[in-house]
């Protein structure tokens, strides 16, 4: 199929070279930081903490002890002392990133549905809400969530915050109901000809047809509830993800270096594996449509 | 696409289902009884309190404390987390969220902890002799009257001291020897078998001989050991609160016993510096006696310890000759990384030998990953080819050497249990509190760790490194002083009173409450140091009288 | 007997469906002289549509009003250490204290305004070009687009780490190799470079994200328009002044807009830097999230809560603000106010 192009390639004017050099460097510096914690991963602790540049006294020790020393303490249910280690910080991680993507990527997806396809005075009134919310700048409710958590009983449980997560209030919803509202009415009213019940409809015909615009929030949230410190800190710091221990970690006075060095690369593969296998589905998606579908 | 998605949500749901949450430190024995111990492991490990619990556990395993189970399952807790510290802890402890039931914990206000009734009562059990283990006497007869006096109230004990704490300077006995900087009798630079002087004590033939007697001397030895480009002090940028005990201490040993206790008592005749009589280049000034009373006790600042110790954070903090500003300042540099470069740095080459470094008496117990990364992966303390000592601190002044060395006490840590343990708890509790400070256990403590705790015990020597044999010296010829007073001011707000207490609150203007001392001094507007000893005297001065009083006014009258 | 429950059940079941019936004519306000009984397909709209819009509902319900509520009220309340609340004034007193007095909030209220004006003011325009140059396509364009991209999805605590080893062990190393000086602080060190790499830390990074939505909105511009200025014998920067950024204002303004809105909840990395070791500045996000998360804050939540209410209500003032002076002057269009609603 022939690329579609969406900008007119003109004849590069002088000016051109002129970014094009000032980008280059920009991105070898913005790259530049990463190779510190690539060196470090796989250096010896004194070596490293000698001088943070050199290329020597390379080991895989720091990734053996991930696995045996790297742990986050916590308090059992039972009251016993326990700990996370990283196998179960993994497993947290891909259940609470999984889960909230899909929660965060799917709720804009049935409310934008929703709305679109039955324009009744409630529609109207929760597209609006979304407009005026969205728009509402309101700061500080953290204490009131993390009580509100508490009071609900979903405070430290994973299914908890993919119900947390599970909010219409965002750009998505807006990105959906106008998709869903430009499609014919035709589509639903033929295959409702056909025998088809709604939810038939929505999963065979209506979600395949915004499944781009899904799959990129889908992944966009993926990588960001994987890197995300924040909800697992203020909402389940009794049930870790790799990213809070992370931090956690980091800030014990006897933390090695290298070791922290070696855990951020780690948690770091997974985002950057699907940006690698996704970037053109990520940053086309964007570029061309903006975020639509 | 769609076989990836479907993939990974397979996945997550298998992954749910099998469940992989934390896991368990040890596994319960429901055949007997539990005790669960709360503890602060910090610097000082966990070693010696799995040994005291195999031992324990040893010793009444046919023992019966519950009906239906013998034996006894000792369970370290919550160790290793903010909780178990005094501050929080005492939030906590009669919540269900604790199930700790006897704790070891650093940061406790006990008169706190007393006065909310969060504390067993443990009387009797520490005054009973500890015949079942084998001795004659109690517990409390193994303390100090001072210290059992002041943990005593209304008559009734509930915790006992947890173990002998300090923040002062480590240095390298080996490279002193080695480069010759230890001073002679006649103030030249001498190895160790030269004829050292006297050292800050006065005396010649004791622990400090041949260390710096005074400030002076102590800065010159500096610019020595700057000239044999080695690195003369370090700290951790990211513990910088460590340097604020130093001053503290270094302020004590200005004060004098009297004059330290008046800061937890407030209650006799202080010695002060008379307002606007400092001359800071020549360091002189007046002083008068004041009766110091609650009423008055932000005089207190005007202590010439402050003063002294002051000018000597000066000089240090502002001659990065005499540091590396990039570790001790930034919070990037850790006690870990602190602890390597002490240790490892004298078996490479390409790195400059640390000669002193600001830690705690637990500093070696910590450092054992910088041991392992020295000496080998199986590496201790005791493989070190260095050997390191506790040093005695400086005089301010020529007049002050040989007077007495204090050690405060700071670290308020204490063994008590709590209040709502159940019933049926409360014998093996009771029990394991009486266990641990038995001869054998209070020695096998000491020998594991390093660390003294203040009861009277005999220690083989023998087991103790060069490190924990000067500290031993160094508390053995100090006067103790505990954070504890009877006084109603003070337990109003024990984390307000104290030199170290003051640096770490507010002083200069636009400090924040996480800036501590050795940064705000180092805090440059352009290249000029935006405050140095006499501003920050002063703010200390003026906070401590304009504001802080005025929120006692309720415990005051 | 079982005949009269039948019918009993039957007009029951008849009662409730025509409630039913009459709240979604209601709702949905259809002529209400149609017959009450609803044919067959528009039941089953109806169950789908409860069905799927309830627990997005019910999630709004208890995560957004409920915890707006619930803040407000906490605003007044004022715990005892067990736990037990007393209804009080006494947190806005302290807010309203500690804004005039405590050092702490108000660096931290004036590092947030310092981050997100300066970030906004050098990486928007910085963004912009960056942005045209994708979309013209110029050389090495897609590949560089990926580079740019990367930093997005790595998470900020690694970033962190990398960057203060880079600027606190890197740059002194580097000065002493380039000129031989070795008692160079780090910048992280010095209070003299502190916030000014902090800052430039923040916009650095923060153009990697913002490029993509900017060049997306460009890519929208009719391809005619800029041929017709190039055959008028238009320059690249004239095109980029006259055409682009007209064209692309209203996303602008959004993003302007939108920035403000969250310019007292961003940390700018600042939790992350203090606790992985980095010497940091406070920023408001930061404050709320040390003191949140410390053991034992519960019984401060009041305190936060009123912080966070006034706050809300500054942030609100300047919000609506720039947005009425954006709608009001816009400098390329000055009938666009109307036209462009909802933004």
């Keep these: ?293 | 696409m769609k076989k990836l998605f479907a993939l990974i949500l397979a996945a997550a749901l298998l992954i749910s289902m099998i469940g992989c949450g934390p896991v368990a430190d040890v596994e319960l024995e429901e055949n007997k009884t539990q005790l669960i111990v709360g503890m602060s492991d910090g610097g000082i490990g966990t070693e010696w309190m799995e040994r005291l619990i195999a031992a324990f556990e040893e010793k009444y395993k046919d023992y019966s404390f519950e009906e239906g189970k013998t034996g006894v399952q000792v369970v370290i807790g919550s160790k290793n987390r903010t909780t178990m510290l005094g501050e929080t802890l005492i939030d906590i402890i009669g919540t269900s969220e604790i199930k700790d039931e006897v704790f070891f914990t650093e940061g406790a206000y006990y008169n706190q902890f007393v006065e909310k009734g969060l504390l067993y009562d443990i009387t009797e059990a520490m005054n009973s002799p500890l015949t079942e283990f084998g001795e004659d006497k109690s517990v409390t007869q193994k303390m100090s009257k001072d210290t059992l006096d002041q943990l005593t109230m209304d008559g009734k004990l509930y915790a006992v001291p947890y173990w002998r704490s300090g923040y002062g300077m480590v240095y390298n006995a080996t490279l002193f020897n080695q480069n010759s900087w230890y001073y002679d009798a006649n103030g030249n630079f001498t190895d160790a078998k030269g004829n050292l002087g006297t050292g800050p004590d006065g005396k010649p033939g004791t622990y400090d001989d041949g260390l710096p007697r005074t400030y002076d001397e102590f800065f010159t030895l500096l610019e020595r050991i700057e000239k044999d480009n080695c690195t003369p002090f370090q700290m951790a940028g990211a513990s910088g609160d460590y340097f604020s005990w130093l001053i503290g201490q270094m302020a004590a040993d200005v004060m004098g016993y009297e004059d330290v206790r008046l800061n937890f008592d407030f209650n006799g005749t202080a010695t002060l510096v008379k307002e606007g009589t400092i001359d800071w280049d020549n360091m002189t000034y007046e002083t008068e006696e004041v009766e110091i009373t609650p009423e008055n006790g932000y005089e207190l600042a005007r202590q010439p310890g402050l003063v002294h110790a002051l000018s000597f954070a000066q000089r240090l903090m502002q001659n990065t000759k005499y540091y590396d500003p990039n570790n001790c300042l930034s919070g990037s540099f850790k006690i870990a990384q602190s602890q390597l470069e002490f240790v490892r740095n004298p078996t490479i080459s390409t790195k400059k030998n640390v000669a002193i470094m600001l830690d705690g008496v637990w500093w070696e117990n910590e450092a054992i990953a910088s041991f392992r990364e020295t000496y080998g992966s199986n590496a201790t303390k005791y493989d070190s080819t260095m050997e390191y000592k506790w040093m005695a601190l400086p005089k301010a002044t020529e007049e002050m050497v040989g007077s007495e060395s204090l050690a405060v006490n700071v670290l308020y840590s204490y063994g008590f249990i709590k209040s709502n343990i159940a019933p049926e708890k409360v014998e093996v509790a009771t029990k394991f509190l009486q266990f641990a400070h038995t001869d054998a256990m209070l020695a096998d403590f000491t020998e594991t760790t390093g660390i003294f705790k203040p009861f009277e015990y005999p220690v083989n020597e023998e087991k103790l490194t060069s490190f924990s044999k000067s500290m031993k010296a160094y508390f053995d010829s100090s006067i103790a002083v505990d954070a504890l007073s009877n006084c109603d001011l003070y337990r109003s707000a024990p984390a307000d009173f104290w030199v170290a207490r003051w640096l770490r609150s507010k002083y200069a203007d636009d400090q924040l409450p996480y800036e501590i001392i050795s940064s705000v001094l180092v805090e440059k507007n352009g290249s000029e140091y935006r405050y140095d000893a006499e501003d920050l005297y002063n703010g200390i001065v003026k906070y401590r009288k304009d504001f802080r009083w005025g929120q006692y006014s309720s415990v005051i009258g | 007997m079982r005949e009269l429950l039948s019918r009993l059940w039957e007009g029951l079941c008849d009662f409730l469906y025509d409630t039913k019936c009459a709240l979604y004519h209601k709702i949905v306000k259809k002529d209400p002289n149609k017959p009450l009984r609803m044919e067959t397909q528009r039941r089953k709209d109806m169950v789908f549509y409860m069905c799927f819009m309830a627990i997005p509902v019910i999630q709004f319900c208890i995560m957004w009003i409920g915890v707006n509520f619930n803040n407000i009220l906490l605003a007044f309340k004022e715990y005892d250490a067990d736990m037990n609340y007393t209804w009080t004034l006494n947190n806005f007193k302290d807010v309203f204290e500690n804004l005039q007095t405590d050092k702490e909030v108000q660096l931290s209220l004036q590092n947030s305004v310092l981050f997100h004006l300066l970030t906004t003011v050098i990486s928007l325009p910085t963004s912009l070009f960056i942005s045209f140059y994708f979309y013209k396509k110029w050389k090495w364009a897609d590949q560089l687009k990926l580079i740019l991209f990367l930093p997005a999805m790595i998470s900020s605590v690694v970033t962190v780490t990398c960057f203060y080893y880079l600027a606190d062990r890197g740059w002194p190393m580097l000065i002493e190799l380039l000129t031989g000086k070795t008692d160079e602080l780090g910048l992280l060190v010095n209070n003299n470079t502190r916030l000014p790499v902090l800052i430039g830390y923040n916009v650095f990074y923060s153009l990697a994200g913002s490029f993509l939505f900017y060049s997306s909105a460009m890519s929208g511009i009719d391809s005619a328009i800029s041929e017709a200025a190039q055959l008028d014998g238009a320059n690249i920067l004239q095109e980029f002044w006259y055409i682009t950024l007209p064209m692309i204002f209203p996303l602008l303004t959004t993003f302007i807009v939108g920035g403000l809105a969250g310019m007292m909840i961003g940390d700018h990395g600042m939790y992350a830097f203090s606790q992985t070791g980095g010497n940091a500045v406070p920023t408001m996000g930061y404050y709320f999230t040390l003191y949140v998360t410390q053991d034992g804050a519960e019984r401060r939540y009041p305190y936060f809560s009123a912080l966070g209410l006034v706050l809300t209500v500054m942030t609100c003032v300047i919000v609506f603000s720039v947005r009425a002076l954006l709608r009001r002057y816009d400098p390329f269009n000055e009938n666009t106010g109307d036209r462009r609603r909802g933004i």
Excluded at chain 1, 7 to 13: N, T, V
Excluded at chain 1, 89 to 99: A, D, H, R, T
Excluded at chain 1, 250 to 274: D, F, H, R, V, Y
């Design chain 1, 1 to 293: 199929m022939k690329k579609q192009r969406t900008g007119p390639r003109i004849k590069e004017p002088k000016g051109a070279k002129v970014i094009m050099v000032f980008l280059v460097i920009y991105a070898v510096c913005l790259i530049f930081p990463y190779t510190i914690a690539v060196n470090g991963a796989f250096r010896d602790w004194g070596s490293f903490v000698d001088n943070i540049f050199a290329w020597k006294d390379f080991t895989l020790e720091n990734f053996k002890k991930i696995f045996t020393e790297f742990n986050y303490p916590v308090t059992m249910d039972n009251g016993m002392p326990g700990k996370f280690y990283f196998v179960g910080l993994l497993i947290n991680s891909v259940l609470f990133s999984v889960g909230c993507a899909f929660a965060s990527s799917t709720c804009p997806l049935i409310v934008g549905y929703c709305t679109a396809r039955f324009p009744n005075a409630f529609s109207r009134f929760v597209i609006n809400l979304v407009y005026v919310l969205m728009a509402l700048p309101i700061v500080g409710t953290i204490a009131s969530e993390i009580q509100m958590t508490q009071n609900l009983g979903i405070y430290n449980t994973i299914p908890g915050m993919w119900f947390l997560k599970f909010n219409f209030l965002g750009m998505y919803t807006l990105i959906y109901h106008a998709n869903f509202k430009s499609m014919a009415k035709e589509y639903f009213e033929a295959a409702y000809m056909d025998g088809a019940g709604h939810f038939t409809i929505f999963t065979k015909i209506m979600v395949p047809m915004v499944s781009k615009t899904w799959t990129l929030a889908f992944l966009l949230s993926f990588i960001g509830f994987w890197s995300d410190y924040g909800t697992p800190l203020y909402f389940m710091p009794d049930n870790p993800t790799l990213s809070l221990a992370l931090l956690n970690f980091n800030k014990l006075p006897g933390s090695i270096e290298t070791m922290q060095l070696a855990a951020a690369l780690l948690l770091a593969i997974p985002s950057l594996t699907l940006f690698v296998l996704f970037r053109k589905k990520i940053v086309g998606n964007i570029q061309t449509g903006g975020i639509k579908g």
